[in-house]
């Protein structure tokens, strides 16, 4: 999108200088570094840090930041780029914080620690930014919602093969017992005709008899 390439450069550029500056005059950032390294150092119990390291440590965040920035001016890996930059701005925000000075070094700290804040937040919202892709939270429910429409298609899918089979096992027993009536029936049917038949020839056997007792 023709607005990602203007803003990424525009939000990447004073970055990029701030690295610049901070890599080609080190001095300059030395002491706030130097003050929020000796908190740190302080809290892990070791000696501080010597000019030299500190003035290492300043340019290594410089560069750092120039690398970061870069990549998100020519949009490689931009969110990956934009999420490092905000990381690498949250400790100069509380090297820049002004509650702990007076007049006018508090009034310079406010400045820089108002736009470290806003670089902070401008480069979480463009490490935000999916240019247009679904976020997580919407694949996520995405593929909730395929897994439980597929549940449900499987469970429907067995209750019909199941009523099938019963349908199907119901007429296979009434087929059954239709067959076993007519059976029974033509059982029954030649019993009778048998019974006829042997009445019929006890009549004939009768009859005879009586033709010879005459």
């Given at each position: 999108?023709?607005?990602?390439?203007?803003?990424?450069?525009l939000l990447a550029s004073s970055f990029v200088y701030d690295g610049v500056q901070a890599v080609m005059h080190p001095a300059?950032?030395?002491a706030g570094a130097r003050e929020g390294a000796a908190l740190v150092t302080e809290r892990l119990g070791r000696s501080p840090l010597s000019q030299a390291q500190v003035t290492a440590l300043v340019r290594t965040h410089g560069v750092l930041t120039v690398v970061c920035g870069i990549a998100l001016a020519i949009g490689k890996t931009p969110r990956t780029a934009a999420l490092s930059l905000a990381a690498l701005t949250v400790p100069l925000a509380v090297v820049n914080q002004p509650f702990t000075s007076k007049g006018a070094e508090r009034k310079e700290?406010?400045?820089k620690f108002s736009r470290n804040l806003g670089g902070i937040g401008a480069a979480l919202i463009a490490g935000a930014d999916l240019e247009g892709r679904p976020g997580l939270s919407y694949r996520v429910g995405h593929a909730r919602t395929a897994v439980?429409?597929?549940?449900?298609?499987?469970v429907n899918s067995a209750k019909r093969s199941a009523a099938t089979a019963s349908h199907r096992a119901g007429d296979t027993v009434s087929a059954a017992a239709h067959k076993a009536e007519r059976a029974a029936h033509r059982a029954a049917a030649q019993s009778r005709k048998a019974a006829k038949q042997g009445r019929k020839a006890a009549k004939r056997g009768q009859k005879a008899l009586a033709d010879?007792?005459?």
């Open positions: 999108m023709l607005l990602r390439r203007l803003a990424r450069p300059e950032h030395a700290r406010t400045a439980a429409s597929s549940a449900s298609r499987t010879l007792n005459h």
